[in-house]
Each structure stands twice: as C-alpha cells, then as structure tokens.
C-alpha cells in the first residue's frame, strides 16, 4: 500500500530502510520518492 507522503509509520519504516534501499531516503523529516523509482509495496 502507498502512503501518503509525510505518513508517520511510512516515515518510520523509510527511515530504517534508507541504510540498505538507496530507493528512499529521508528529508527534513518527510519521505521523498525519486521520480526513477518504484513505491514499496
């Protein structure tokens, strides 16, 4: 399922992801996709 961006558990699960999954990545607290890629399912 796709959250709404700035979503807190979203956030949360990005964050722990963005160490391993350079597909995400966390700015000024708020979840960003890259236009390039895919949304996590």
């Known amino acids: ?3 709404p961006i700035g979503e807190g558990v979203f956030r949360r699960r990005t964050a722990q ?3 391993q999954n350079e597909n995400f990545y966390v700015n000024e607290g708020v979840t960003h996709f890259r ?7």
């Open 1 to 3: 399922m796709i959250h």
């Open 17 to 19: 992801k963005d160490n």
């Open 35 to 41: 236009p390039t890629d895919k949304a996590p399912k």
